[in-house]
């Protein structure tokens, strides 16, 4: 079972996130290195569509988010991670010419 957390932008994200982002990615890198991160990424429009991130537990999830500095410094709004986590019984394939 994996967890994912959908993320909301708040206004002007595009100006909001450049300061911020060197650190939030280094915690995306602790989170991966540690095996708790798997996939994250924003959806085509980031000020309109959000983002999300795919955690192994639910733990993991909560504990990103009370450290993540977009939610701390207002790059994102979120709910409670109750509301926005999920949880996700994904299937990894492995693509098609790839070995």
């Known amino acids: 079972m994996k967890y994912v957390l ?5 206004d002007d994200v595009a100006s909001k996130a450049p300061p911020h982002f060197p650190d939030h990615w280094v915690r995306w890198q602790e989170f ?3 095996g708790l991160l ?5 959806f085509a429009d980031p000020q309109t569509q959000g983002w999300m991130a795919i ?3 639910r733990e993991a999830a909560e504990e990103f ?3 993540d500095l977009f939610v701390i410094n207002g790059v994102v709004r ?3 991670c109750g509301s926005g986590t999920s949880r996700w019984r994904g299937v990894t394939l492995q693509v098609a010419g790839e070995g």
């Open 38 to 42: 798997s996939m994250v990424g924003t």
């Open 32 to 34: 991966n290195a540690r």
């Open 78 to 80: 979120r709910g409670s």
């Open 6 to 10: 959908f993320y909301e932008s708040a």
């Open 65 to 67: 988010v009370a450290g």
């Open 55 to 57: 955690y192994t537990t």
